[in-house]
């Protein structure tokens, strides 16, 4: 679990595509360098936020440290698109001590989204992505949380739809801080929307499931009933 509050910017020096040592797995691996000032504390094993994605710890120096990434996350991720050099949000996974400053991020990617504009107003800046899965907008609402490449930040604006697309705002301080802001338009960023929004669906679609045939009559039975109770408060 994260809070999608980048802690520092990493590099990544090292990729390899078929790593056989046994701290790389047999697949793909990454190396992060300048990560000194997160890894005091860490332990093999541990769960690290890369852009986003929650890998594990396999291998650490004190600067340094290594992560195996499968193929399922090298599909569902912009991970694959990383190269030697290329910069990453960093973010350790959250402790008993940890004040929540964004909010509940699994590090579960949903899917990537496209950047279709980069905007300047003022000092800040307006990113405008359109998703791969477009199912997800059903998610994304207007002053909600979403995280892109690990970073929580609020949506400030949706269309949905078939060519649906979200906008948020990158203030000055938050521009010095995630990898986002140095992105252009037609790049991709890793997405994860805010996993509350899919319990509350789940829960409300298990609820009206249950009541079989007749759910659609409960519900309209519902919203009759507080419609009456407020043209009565109304009187």
Known sequence: MFTGIVEIIGTVSKLEKQDDSSSGGGGTSLTISNAEEILYDANMGDSISINGTCLTITEFTQSTFKVGVSPETLRRTNLGSLRESSNVNLERAVSASTRMGGHFVQGHVDTIATILSVSPDGNAKTFRLQPRDKSVLKYIVEKGYVTLDGASLTVTNV?????????????????????????????????????????????????????????????????????????????
Not at 169 to 178: E, F, G, N, R, S
């Open 159 to 235: 269309k949905d739809g078939e060519g649906g697309w979200w906008e948020v705002m990158l203030i000055a301080y938050t521009q010095d801080k995630v990898v986002t802001a140095g992105k252009k338009e037609g790049e991709d960023v890793n997405v994860e929307v805010d996993m509350v929004g899919k319990y509350v669906e789940k829960s409300v679609a298990g609820y009206f499931e249950g009541m079989g045939a007749g759910g659609g009559g409960v519900l309209e039975k519902m919203v009759q009933r507080m419609v009456d109770e407020r043209l009565r408060t109304d009187r």
